[in-house]
């Protein structure tokens, strides 16, 4: 299994990157059918693709290459939710 980025994963999948990034990020997991492709790409079991907190993450089992492919929106959002948090944590 070689070095894969977001897009390289998606575009192999049929899939946006943005549907990848939220299944990264724990938000959403890949249909069955998708979870198929994304075992035919890379070669790690589709429940683990599908039910990472019973069989384990397969991103784990992936080398891939992450922070050079994240959108800037994404990185936005994670700034903001980061001084949210913050911002929250001193009002108590």
Known sequence: MGK???KQLADAAGVSTDT?????RGVSTPRPALA???EEITGVDR???MYPNEMGSAWEELDLVVIRSIPKKCIECDLWQANQKKAADEES
């Open 20 to 24: 990848l990034f939220k299944a990264r």
């Open 36 to 38: 198929k492709k994304l």
């Open 4 to 6: 894969f980025t977001i």
């Open 47 to 49: 429940d683990k693709w």
